[in-house]
């Protein structure tokens, strides 16, 4: 399985070490040349939100990476990459999102909660992170919530998680994500 990373922000290398230790082969995308390259999957990592969606319009990704959601490549979005699958960007998943939900970066916080279908003690860690305001179809299932406040949800092949799994050593989330095919 060959899965690309968003390499615009964030932590893509750690994401890549997550699917490497799942046997998963990896490639960063940063241009359209590297788009065009073979993939099973795409993962869109955490970072600033706004500055991605720029960059994605700027290097003539933003087209391409739509209509391969539309046309159902499994999708992971953690933190920004959650907003970013929102309306609020690319607008391929049925959800409203919060940025910043939980503050400043002083305002990150560790915890281990359930995630339908993965298990009961998911370690979660966020940082700047957002939520899910809403659910804006019954085709997204909510997977996970935290303090009442969504944190984890499906919809077809995109994965979103307000957390950053990759930067704990459980690997259950990306073994979803790599599932999802």
């Not at 992971?76 to 907003?83: D, E, P, R, S």
């Not at 009442?148 to 994965?159: E, F, S, T």
């Amino acid at each position: 399985m060959r899965i690309a990373v968003l390499a615009l922000q964030g932590a893509f290398a750690e994401h890549e070490q997550m699917l490497h230790r799942l046997g998963a082969e990896t490639f960063e995308v940063r241009q359209l040349a590297d788009w065009k390259e073979p993939k099973d999957g795409l993962v869109i990592p955490g970072g600033e939100s706004t500055t991605q969606g720029k960059l994605l319009h700027d290097l003539g990704l933003f087209t391409p990476i739509r209509q391969a959601i539309t046309d159902g490549l499994p999708i992971f979005g953690t933190c920004a990459g959650l907003i970013l699958l929102s309306p609020m960007h690319l607008g391929t998943m049925d959800i409203s999102a919060q940025r910043n939900a939980y503050g400043r970066q002083l305002g990150s916080f560790h915890t281990v909660a359930p995630v339908k279908g993965i298990g009961d003690d998911v370690p979660m860690t966020f940082i700047r992170a957002p939520y899910i305001n809403s659910i804006l179809s019954p085709d997204v299932e909510v997977l996970a919530e935290v303090g009442g406040h969504i944190v984890a949800a499906r919809q077809g092949r995109q994965l979103v998680t307000a957390f950053h799994p990759e930067l704990d050593d459980d690997v259950r989330i990306h073994q979803f994500f790599l599932s999802m095919r």
